[in-house]
């Protein structure tokens, strides 16, 4: 998941997300409003977590986790957990759950070009401009303002 090695739509402008500190859930919210305006299947999501199995987490979380890691392309080492899962309802919960622990994940379409890539507390992500106006229509005003195009 090296950044020269997710490719991007030639047909459609790329955007980033910078959300405010102070909402955690910000960029969660924006990549499920993505994922909705997108016209692109999401196939399959690749991850990597910053807990793994050594990691005391238990309850909803662990719960997630295993649900992950019972995936055959996914990894669980002692304190990380990396792979690639088809995108279902599911799969979103279970990352949603484990969202504070992801420090990468790039949503795919079934041609293998990115969607959207969250890192770093930031996303990026890539639509046509009438449905980049529908994220922001389904989105908190200040978190909408921070949807800046990118070259």
Not at 77 to 103: M, N, P, Q, R
């Amino acid at each position: 998941m090296d950044p020269e090695s997710v490719a991007w739509p030639s047909t459609e402008p790329g955007y980033r997300l910078r959300p405010p500190a102070t909402d955690e859930d910000a960029v969660l919210d924006a990549l499920a409003a993505v994922l909705d305006a997108s016209s692109r299947r999401a196939e399959r999501v690749s991850v990597r977590l910053a807990i793994g199995r050594r990691v005391d987490v238990l309850g909803p979380e662990r719960e997630a986790l295993e649900a992950l890691s019972g995936h055959n392309d996914v990894t669980v080492a002692d304190d990380h957990t990396v792979g690639t899962v088809s995108l279902t309802a599911e799969t979103f919960a279970d990352l949603a759950e484990l969202f504070a622990d992801i420090e990468r994940a790039v949503v795919w379409d079934p041609d293998g070009v990115a969607i959207a890539d969250l890192r770093d507390g930031q996303m990026r992500f890539a639509l046509p401009a009438k449905a980049v106006e529908q994220v922001r229509d389904g989105l908190d005003a200040a978190v909408a303002d921070r949807i800046e195009r990118v070259e």
